[in-house]
């Protein structure tokens, strides 16, 4: 059974620094994303910020580009997110995700989230 388990959210004042790491566990198989979402109170899931395995390719939305940057290690199946010039809009609850594609199919693994509150 895969699981996928964030740490490093927490309250941090708006212009600090937060950085999230995710590490999976169990039989998962070639990675082909992987990438973090985030979810506020009263509105969908947004893609936060992915990565391919195979070439390195980033992506991030606008509203955090410039302040967030996505990394991953695939040999040990983690990905991290360092945020930085953290504002109150960025407090949500940060969800880890890989995309496997494999022998197995498409599979989408997900974490429980860790909450992020940017606040003074």
Not at 26 to 44: C, H, L, T
Not at 50 to 64: F, K, P, Q
């Amino acid at each position: 059974q895969v699981r996928l388990v964030e740490s490093g959210g927490g309250l941090v004042q708006p212009g600090g620094s937060l950085r999230l790491s995710c590490a999976a566990s169990g039989n998962i198989f070639n990675i082909d994303v992987m990438a973090w979402y985030r979810q506020s109170p009263g509105k969908e899931r947004e893609l936060v910020a992915s990565i391919t395995s195979r070439r390195g390719s980033l992506a991030y939305a606008d509203s955090v580009k410039g302040r967030f940057t996505i990394s991953g290690d695939n040999a040990e199946n983690t990905v991290f997110l360092q945020m930085n010039s953290l504002k109150p809009e960025d407090t949500a609850v940060y969800y880890c995700n890989m995309f496997e594609r494999s022998y197995r199919g498409e599979i989408n693994y997900w974490g429980k989230g860790a909450l992020v509150t940017v606040s003074s």
